[in-house]
């Protein structure tokens, strides 16, 4: 799922893409700070 972000700095999408993280991330979830 991260690949499909590819590039961080895209503003647009950053937040959708962590948040999914950190419903359905585990422990990688748990440690990602949304902007």
Request: overall charge negative; aromatic content about 8%; hydrophobic content about 35%.
């Amino acid at each position: 799922m991260l690949e499909l972000q590819r590039d961080w700095a895209n503003q647009e999408t950053y937040n959708e893409v962590l948040s999914i993280a950190k419903e359905h991330g585990g422990a990688y979830g748990l440690g990602v700070p949304l902007r």
